[in-house]
């Protein structure tokens, strides 16, 4: 990603989008002050379009997308290692979904309807917080196969897991707490013990070690994990 921050350069914008007019309203707005959109139309098309593509500046996600949750999109595309800093966009403003997509890895949240010169200038503000996690090398996510990949292996995933290992990528180098773990694999209000937590953990270092993967996950005792590479 350039490495330049201010908010009068011009911007490369990432927008996950179906509702067709929204991307031709936010397409020409983008491009009237001087910055490019790259638009995909589901899930899948984003994640084919914008993992590993250093050039997206600021990703904008719908929620609901026809194919998958925008939040678990954000989660698969971090995981991936896109990087760029992310807002949703969506219809639904209720506090526990603002909740949920700042554990998702969003750092904006706007609801339509949206004005959009406030949309533009946030997406502005947004591209000056660039504060990336360190690699993992050689892991990956297959969103289509819910599966956790390192090289040509792959381990297939439950969605609990898959969500966990999600959350651990993105986040890699960092510690991840775990009252942040539990909101990201599953839904609000279940009620979800240390025990299960720890139980899941495990299962997701055995996946790591049958990949043969020198990457680890590292207990903060009483607090939370850090997944570290070699």
Not at 135 to 141: D, R, S
Not at 157 to 162: C, S
Not at 183 to 210: C, E, F, K, M
Request: charged share 25%; hydrophobic share 45%.
């Amino acid at each position: 990603m350039n490495g330049v921050t201010t908010a009068t350069r011009r911007l490369t914008v990432g927008l996950v989008e179906d509702d067709p007019a929204i991307v031709r309203l936010l397409g020409e707005c983008l491009t009237t002050v001087g910055h490019t959109g790259v638009f995909a139309r589901s899930g899948a098309e984003a994640i084919r379009r914008f993992t590993g593509d250093e050039d997206i500046d600021v990703l904008v996600l719908d929620v609901g997308l026809p194919d998958m949750d925008g939040r678990d999109l954000c989660r698969v595309l971090r995981a991936n290692g896109q990087q760029a800093p992310t807002m949703f966009l969506t219809a639904l403003g209720q506090v526990h979904d603002v909740v949920q997509g700042f554990a998702a890895g969003g750092l904006d949240y706007v609801v339509k309807p949206f004005a959009l010169a406030e949309l533009v200038a946030r997406i502005e503000a947004l591209a000056r917080r660039v504060d990336p996690p360190a690699a993992v090398e050689g892991l990956h996510l297959d969103a289509e196969r819910f599966a956790l990949c390192a090289g040509d292996e792959a381990r297939l995933l439950t969605p609990t897991e898959f969500r966990l290992a999600a959350e651990l990528l993105a986040h890699s180098g960092r510690l991840v707490r775990r009252g942040e773990l539990v909101s990201a694999a599953w839904v609000p209000g279940a009620r979800v013990n240390g025990n299960t937590l720890d139980t899941y953990l495990h299962r997701i270092r055995r996946h790591l070690t049958a990949l043969g993967s020198a990457a680890s996950i590292h207990t903060v005792r009483g607090v939370g994990y850090i997944l570290r590479g070699a």
